[in-house]
């Protein structure tokens, strides 16, 4: 019997926002331009298979969600690409969240810069050029595709980092691949953790975003940087349902 091998297109690794886990099966439908629905292999994990040579848009919805795409080039191979699915206004179960919500001109990006460091933590000081980091965080709480910004607080370096996959899970701590190397050195007792969250603004110029782990913390602590189009940036603190 001869075997057929098929290449892969594009690798979908996809998390929920509102659970900070991989996503539950049935919840999303994710297609490509040409309609066809990617294959779940479970645990998060979809595929396309290369069915053109053409430039491909990945779409990804779901009731209670904002839609998200990703753009292939003709080139790709194997790609792998790891999405954060945020909730829409409407999600009942984001309204038990500490949540911002506003308005903006249609289809801007606003980006939203907080405090990660009483959720996910640094177990071990890191060295310039390291291409991996050890975090202590919840179980239940994935950092993979994540964008986190690290600041050195005694000398004031700072710079952004991507966590990819996770090298191995010990008692209490990750490890995670770094998709570029590290620039600067970083002590536990002297580095403060960032999240990076961006969201677009639908059709009708509203955006919604929430804090997962956001509700244990103080007020006064969740203090976030926001950041528009046009060099616009301000700081605010965000309420408990901030809408």
Same mark, same amino acid.
Request: glycine residues 6%.
């Given at each position: ?7 892969i ?6 998390? =929920?926002?509102i659970t900070?886990?991989a996503? @539950?099966q049935n919840i %999303?439908?994710?297609?490509n ?6 294959? +779940? ?6 595929? %396309?298979?290369l =069915?053109s040579e053409?430039?491909?848009t &990945? ?5 209670g969600?904002?839609?998200?795409k990703i753009?292939l ?5 194997e790609?792998?690409?790891r999405?954060w *699915? *945020? ?6 179960? @984001?309204t038990? *969240?500490? #949540?911002?919500?506003g308005?903006a001109?249609q289809?801007?990006l606003?980006?939203?810069?907080f405090d ?5 933590r640094l177990?071990r000081?890191?060295?310039? +050029? ?9 179980q239940?709480? &994935?950092?993979?595709g994540? *964008? ?10 700072? !710079?952004s980092i991507? /966590?990819e996959? $996770?090298y191995? @899970?010990l008692?209490?701590?990750?490890? +995670? ?6 620039k600067h050195g ?5 580095? $403060?953790? +960032?999240?990076s969250?961006?969201v677009? @603004?639908?059709?009708?110029? !509203?955006?919604?975003?929430v804090f997962r782990?956001f !509700? #244990?913390? /103080?007020? #006064?602590?969740r203090?976030c940087?926001?950041e528009m189009?046009?060099?616009i940036?301000?700081e605010?603190?965000?309420?408990q349902?901030m809408?």
């Amino acid at each position: 019997m001869r075997s057929v091998y098929q290449t892969i297109k594009c690798i979908l690794l996809l998390y =929920d926002e509102i659970t900070g886990r991989a996503a @539950a099966q049935n919840i %999303f439908r994710i297609y490509n331009t040409r309609g066809t629905p990617a294959i +779940y292999k479970g645990n998060g994990i979809y595929l %396309f298979l290369l =069915d053109s040579e053409e430039e491909d848009t &990945i779409t990804v919805e779901g009731e209670g969600y904002q839609t998200q795409k990703i753009f292939l080039s003709k080139n790709e191979r194997e790609t792998i690409h790891r999405l954060w *699915m *945020m909730p829409s206004k409407n999600n009942e179960r @984001a309204t038990q *969240m500490v #949540s911002l919500s506003g308005k903006a001109k249609q289809g801007q990006l606003i980006t939203f810069i907080f405090d990660y460091s009483t959720q996910c933590r640094l177990l071990r000081g890191l060295n310039p +050029y390291d291409c991996s980091v050890c975090f202590c965080h919840s179980q239940h709480n &994935i950092v993979e595709g994540q *964008m986190l910004y690290f600041q050195n607080t005694e000398n004031g370096y700072y !710079e952004s980092i991507l /966590p990819e996959e $996770m090298y191995a @899970a010990l008692e209490g701590s990750h490890e +995670y691949r770094l998709s570029i190397p590290l620039k600067h050195g970083y002590s536990i007792r002297h580095t $403060m953790i +960032y999240r990076s969250i961006s969201v677009s @603004a639908d059709e009708k110029g !509203e955006f919604f975003v929430v804090f997962r782990g956001f !509700e #244990s913390v /103080p007020e #006064s602590r969740r203090k976030c940087r926001i950041e528009m189009e046009q060099g616009i940036c301000y700081e605010t603190i965000i309420s408990q349902q901030m809408r």
